[in-house]
């Protein structure tokens, strides 16, 4: 089993930036893909960005392409996400989720491919 925990979530003012982090624990070997989900009030949960482990393929929604940077430290067993510019339609709470078989990039979006996630971090954008 994997256990992940996120921090870095706060308030910011629109434009600002924040680093979100995931840190992942106990069977990590075997994870492929790492993402981060956000999901706002009344809303349904959405995806943000993922990266493959091995080859730091990413991926991005069209919404944050060009804004939010993912990474990860595979020595750590950490995956970042980097957001700058933020907008207040961002604020949402940021979860990091993995899965430990291979996604197609056609799934890559679709929170059920996902095994573990995280309790989330609130990002709260202020205008």
């Known amino acids: 089993q994997a256990q992940l925990v996120e921090s870095g979530g706060g308030l910011v003012q629109a434009g600002g930036s924040l680093r979100l982090s995931c840190a992942i624990s106990?069977?990590?070997?075997?994870?492929?893909?790492m993402a981060w989900f956000r999901q706002a009030p009344g809303k349904e949960r959405e995806f943000v960005a993922a990266i493959r482990r091995s080859s730091s393929i990413t991926y991005y929604a069209d919404s944050v392409k060009g804004r939010f940077t993912i990474s990860r430290d595979i020595d750590k067993n950490v995956v970042y996400l980097q957001m700058n510019s933020l907008k207040p339609e961002d604020t949402a709470i940021y979860s990091c989720?993995?899965?430990?078989?291979?996604?197609?990039?056609?799934?890559?979006?679709?929170?059920?491919?996902?095994?573990?996630w995280g309790q989330g971090t609130q990002v709260t954008v202020s205008s």
């Open positions: 106990g069977r990590t070997d075997n994870v492929v893909t």
């Open positions: 989720a993995v899965d430990r078989q291979y996604t197609p990039q056609s799934s890559i979006a679709t929170t059920n491919e996902y095994e573990y």
